[in-house]
Each structure stands twice: as C-alpha cells, then as structure tokens.
C-alpha cells in the first residue's frame, strides 16, 4: 500500500501544488488548511508522514507539534518555513520534529527529505518487530531440558518445522512424542491450520478405517450420515498418526495412497476427495524391525521416515532432571493450589537414581502424587517413597554432599553442583568418566562445569 502523507498548510495554491507532486510520486495525500483539522485528521491515525507548515492562522505549526506527536505518536513530521532564518526550524526539532526544509524549495530536494523520513520509519518498524519476536517465547522452549541430546532434538525440530517432509517420531512410551508433534506443528507456516490426532492403537479394528478415510451414509449398519474422516479435518494443517506401529496390516495399502496421492475415498464413496495436509506419525516400536517381521509395509515405512526425530529416554538425558523437576513443580502448585518450594536433597537422589522406565510421564505422576502427601513446602524422601510405587523404588543411591535449604530453583542448581563434584571426586576429575556416571554427554559436562565454576583438575589424583 501507499504511504500515506498529512500535509498541513494554509496557503490553498501552495498546499494544491505540493499535494499534486505528491500524488505524482504514488503517495497517498491528504491535506488540512490548519492546525486543528490537521490534528483532528492525525487523530485518527493511518499516516507515515505529516508535512507541517509553521506559520498559520490561529494556532501555529510550532505550537501543534507536542499536540500532533500526541495524536500520533508514531508518525514523523516535517516543518516547513518561508523564513531563511533557522530559528524556528531549530524550536520544531527541539519539540520532536524530525527535519525541516524552507520555502521555496525544489521538489527534488522535497523528494529526498520525504524518502529519508520513510525509509528511517520504515527501518523502526521493522526493529520493533524484530524486537517483539525476540522477546516472543519459541514453542520450542516448551521443550524441557538442556542435555546434549536434547539440543540436538530442538536444533532437528527447528528445522524439520519449517519444511513440508513427513517426520516419523521415534521414542519410548512417555518421551513426549505428542509434545514434540505439537511444536513441529506451531512452528510451521500450517500453525493457523487444524492439528488432527489420531491414536491408531487405541480404535477398535473395525473403526479405524472409518475413522482416517470417513464414510458415506448407508456405507454399513450403523452409517446413517456422512461423516468426514481425519485425513479430511486435517486439511491445510497437519495430522499426527500416533503408535503407527499398531495400524493393521491390511489398512496400510489405503492409508499409503492417502499419503502419496493427498486424497482419500469415503467407505462406501465414489469419488476421491482431496486435501493438502502434512503427515506426522509417531511409535514407541522399531518400524524397521516390522518391516523385516512383514507386520508393516516397507513402501509405507519409506514414505512416513523421510525426517526422523529420535526422543531419547530421561535414563538417558539425567542431567535435565532438575529442569524437569522444576517446571512439574510449578504445574503441580497451580494444579493442586500446594506452595512447594524445593526437593530435599535426599528425595534428589531417589530421584536421580532411578532409571524412569515410565520416562518424563512416570516422573511427573511421581512428583505430583509426592506433592499430595507433602504436609509443607518441602517434598521430603519419605514423599518421593510415597509417590513411587512399590514395584518402582530404586535402589538405595549413594551419598552426595547434601544441599543447603534454598528456594527450588537456587536448591536444583547447588544439588546438580553437588552430583558433578562428588562425580569429579569419585574418578579423580576424569571427565569422561564423571560424565557417563551422570548420564550426560562429555561436552554438557563441560557447559555445566563452566555455569558453576568448577575446575576438574581440583579433584584429579596427585
């Protein structure tokens, strides 16, 4: 669109000459004969640029600058003055104008001003967007956790987002998969698009059909109306086939010509209908492996795996438990209205020494059923005993240097600086070995050892 320009003059053969050049140029002009209608224009907002002159009847321009900044606020303004005398151009720049040419003036000169202004809003505009989305939070951050593997899981979701690939989530049951679905979702140009999710072990055999590729009315006993499919619901957004491992053999044939083709025929239909969808399946099983079993279609398998993002096991990834305990600490305070302020340091190591079969949703079960049976704001060891179930309860860890009873952020902090120094002390500051005790990577090792200042070779043997 235009830009859209205010011009602000009495003298009716000036203000005409200047508005015609203007409109000349592409711009979108209008104009006021005095300060007052010029401020009851600007008031209404939508203008880039407003041109002012400074003397005027009734109130002049110096006088309405404050007025018309006030009114529009985002809007540059230009004065113009028939005096060679730079006095009063001086006073408007002082009281916020942004240049100032004298009259007469050659319209090139005019031009050159005028572009200036607008390319100089044009530049503020784009930093304030800039700025706003920085200061936006990503969806990846919903993502909880700082390990190496888990920065290589955000990096890998960043990047699939922005493209149209199928992706195939790959992971134990409670990794996150749905989550990590989600955010691929969000941050892709379909975010403003549906997002459709099927569980396919958890519809009965003789549903499932219907329910990716709809029916039409009398398609069966039972079908009295149409009824439009996921594939369909889905469309211009996204579809998550969760557990895709579990979809019957005899279904994969129809559901790859849904994949391939983008179009889908109702049971009991007779033409295709199409759509534009992005395809995101997810399994807890190793589709390879079915493959070789003949339990799932290779062809099927090729086309869902053209992006594959792995969610590694919280046994794998311990260095994000305090993180994790965190947030599941706040949820936990808003859900049940508790005020818990931190973990004591031997409910940390309970914590710590166990492997999480159940992953990141087993530990959120725990800490939430701990929270119930906590009677204060600490989430003590007997709690954590509590929120484990019998068949759950690791074995007795050893012991660390405890932590001191800070709030739950400063308590997690101290408790993983304990974890790495007993770890450093234990393999003589072999980092390599400290990091496989701990479960993280040797390069998160390094990172962790630099935000707490630790030097390994204060533990190395003598």
Not at 58 to 63: A, L
Request: proline share 5%; charged share 25%.
């Amino acid at each position: 669109m235009p830009e859209r320009i205010l011009v602000i003059d009495d003298d009716a053969s000036f203000q005409s000459m200047l508005c015609e050049a203007l409109t000349e140029k592409g711009y979108d002009v209008e104009r006021a004969g005095s300060a007052e209608q010029g401020l009851e224009l600007a008031g209404r907002g939508g203008f880039d640029l407003i041109l002012l002159d400074v003397q005027l009847p009734g109130m002049t321009g110096i006088e309405a600058i404050p007025l018309l900044n006030d009114a529009s606020p985002k809007t540059d303004i230009i004065v113009m003055t028939a005096y060679s005398s730079k006095h009063s151009a001086l006073e408007a720049i002082k009281l916020g104008a942004y240049d100032y040419f004298t009259k007469p003036f050659s319209l090139k000169e005019m031009e050159i001003v005028i572009k200036r202004a607008l390319e100089k809003r044009l530049l503020q505009d784009q930093i304030r967007l800039f700025k706003k989305k920085l200061g936006e939070k990503s969806p990846a951050s919903n993502i909880i956790g700082d390990s190496e593997p888990m920065r290589r899981v955000k990096e890998l979701v960043e990047r699939v987002a922005r493209l149209e690939t199928n992706v195939l989530i790959t992971g134990e049951t409670g990794t996150g998969k749905e989550l990590i679905a989600d955010t691929i979702h969000t941050l892709s140009h379909r975010a403003s698009g549906p997002f459709v999710k099927l569980n396919c072990a958890a519809i009965p055999e003789t549903l499932l059909e219907s329910e990716l590729f709809g029916h039409e009315k009398g398609a069966f006993t039972g079908a009295t109306g149409i009824k439009r499919g996921k594939f369909e619901l889905a469309a211009g957004g996204t579809i998550l086939l969760d557990e895709i491992g579990d979809m019957p053999l005899h279904l994969q044939p129809k559901l790859l010509r849904a994949v391939e083709q983008k179009q889908v025929e109702r049971l009991g239909g007779a033409k295709p209908i199409a759509f534009d969808i992005r395809v995101i399946a997810a399994t807890n099983q190793i589709l390879a492996e079915l493959v070789k079993q003949k339990k799932f279609r290779d062809d099927l398998f090729y086309r869902l795996n053209v992006a594959s993002i792995h969610i590694p096991p919280l046994r794998e990834r311990k260095g994000d438990l305090p993180l994790l305990a965190e947030h599941f600490i706040k949820n936990v305070n808003v859900k049940l209205g508790t005020d818990i302020a931190r973990i004591s340091p031997r409910a940390m190591e309970i914590l710590f020494a166990y492997d999480w079969p159940g992953n990141i949703r087993q530990f959120a079960n725990v800490l939430e059923r701990a929270a119930i049976f906590s009677r204060g704001q600490v989430i003590t060891e007997s709690e954590i005993d509590l929120g484990l179930q019998e068949h759950e309860r690791p074995l007795a860890p050893a012991e660390i240097v405890p932590a001191s009873n800070l709030p739950l952020r400063e308590s997690l902090q101290e408790y993983e600086k304990n974890l790495i120094t007993s770890a450093l002390k234990k393999h003589h500051g072999v980092q390599t070995e400290a990091a496989k005790q701990l479960g993280i990577t040797p390069k998160n090792l390094w990172n962790k050892l630099k935000k707490h200042a630790i030097d390994p070779a204060r533990y190395a043997r003598s």
